[in-house]
């Protein structure tokens, strides 16, 4: 019988939550420990921050992160991309860099505004 575990990291708690092989989950002390143990087990997902270059003339580089947690499987291809990219200025916060990243759901949005 193969089960996992996890920690959830949902909120403060850390509930140690125990999956097995029909996703059924227990050590869980709310029902987002559950979604999030199955998510987890099943699809897992991250938020990534970073920077990519930026053609300013005072700041070399723009701080940047998916709109949406992409799939973990993507982060190490991701990072390989975005040491490619250079965006020109002006650019606002919000501003999508890269639409659909890697044929994914997810954006690259900037978290900064630099105008010159």
Do not use: W
């Amino acid at each position: 019988m193969s089960k996992h575990t996890i920690i959830c990291t949902i909120c403060p708690r850390g509930c140690h939550l125990e999956v097995d092989e029909n996703l059924n989950v227990t050590g869980n002390h709310c029902p987002r420990g559950i979604a999030y143990a199955r998510a987890e087990i099943t699809n897992p997902r991250r938020y990534i921050a970073t920077t990519v270059m930026i053609n300013s003339q005072h700041i070399r580089r723009l701080s940047v992160a998916t709109k949406t947690p992409i799939a973990k499987s993507l982060i190490f291809p991701l990072m390989e991309l975005l040491k490619t990219i250079k965006v020109e200025v002006p650019v606002h916060v919000g501003d999508v860099i890269i639409h659909h990243v890697l044929d994914s759901d997810v954006d690259i949005v900037a978290t900064k505004t630099i105008l010159e």
